[in-house]
T-cell receptor, first 112, second 114 residues
Framework: DAKTTQPNSMESNEEEPVHLPCNHSTISGTDYIHWYRQLPSQGPEYVIHGLTSNVNNRMASLAIAEDRKSSTLILHRATLRDAAVYYCILSGSGGGADGLTFGKGTHLIIQP | KAGVTQTPRYLIKTRGQQVTLSCSPISGHRSVSWYQQTPGQGLQFLFEYFSETQRNKGNFPGRFSGRQFSNSRSEMNVSTLELGDSALYLC?????????????FGSGTQLSVL
């Protein structure tokens, strides 16, 4: 299974942009890149996903490297509510939840 | 639209007992996946059910089992509980098999084994 590597923790200031990196050097051509985040005492929630092109939604942007071996989740203007553990995971297009292997994620700390 | 509902929210059991956890997916979702979350191991995949059939299974012992009903509701069962089974058990639902589908998670069942 393709694995991802993320920093254990990152710190940022409120109202500033945050760039969360993820390395996935063994990604296959059909793997999608997903990001989820988990707020304290809650289950994970979907943030964004993409295959090759950069993606934007109301929560964040996903920048995917041209060789697809890394990606970056961008929170354009962090708020205190964005403090959470962020997971970068890969999934195959063939189906099956075992493709969604969650690692330890990045613990994002937002300073007021 | 109601979200994913897991019951009970908290559970305390003793070693050797068995436990059944319940998950009601979002209406119309046919896939339910189960995950175990512990501080040391993070989120680990247990199994996925789609249309009442187990489609994928993670690397857990046979004491962990599950099933899915015709209304897509799912249960997971852990028999002969061990202290190490203390964890947050999360279920997630999706419209189709979960490969690259968006997952919707419940708030989990916090199981404590004494």
């Amino acid at each position: 299974d393709a694995k991802t590597t993320q920093p254990n923790s990152m710190e940022s200031n409120e109202e500033e942009p945050v760039h969360l990196p993820c390395n996935h050097s063994t990604i296959s051509g059909t793997d999608y890149i997903h990001w989820y985040r988990q707020l304290p005492s809650q289950g994970p929630e979907y943030v964004i996903h993409g295959l090759t092109s950069n993606v934007n939604n109301r929560m964040a942007s996903l920048a995917i490297a041209e060789d697809r071996k890394s990606s970056t989740l961008i929170l354009h203007r962090a708020t205190l509510r964005d403090a959470a553990v962020y997971y970068c995971i890969l999934s195959g297009s063939g189906g099956g939840a075992d493709g969604l292997t969650f690692g330890k994620g990045t613990h994002l700390i937002i300073q007021p | 639209k109601a979200g994913v509902t897991q019951t009970p929210r908290y559970l305390i059991k003793t070693r050797g007992q068995q436990v059944t956890l319940s998950c009601s997916p979002i209406s119309g979702h046919r896939s339910v996946s189960w995950y175990q979350q512990t501080p040391g191991q993070g989120l680990q995949f247990l199994f996925e059910y789609f249309s009442e059939t187990q489609r994928n299974k993670g690397n857990f012992p046979g004491r962990f089992s599950g099933r899915q009903f015709s209304n897509s509701r799912s249960e997971m069962n852990v028999s002969t509980l061990e202290l190490g089974d203390s964890a947050l058990y999360l279920c997630a639902s999706s419209l189709r098999q979960a490969g690259n589908e968006k997952l919707f998670f419940g708030s989990g069942t916090q199981l404590s084994v004494l």
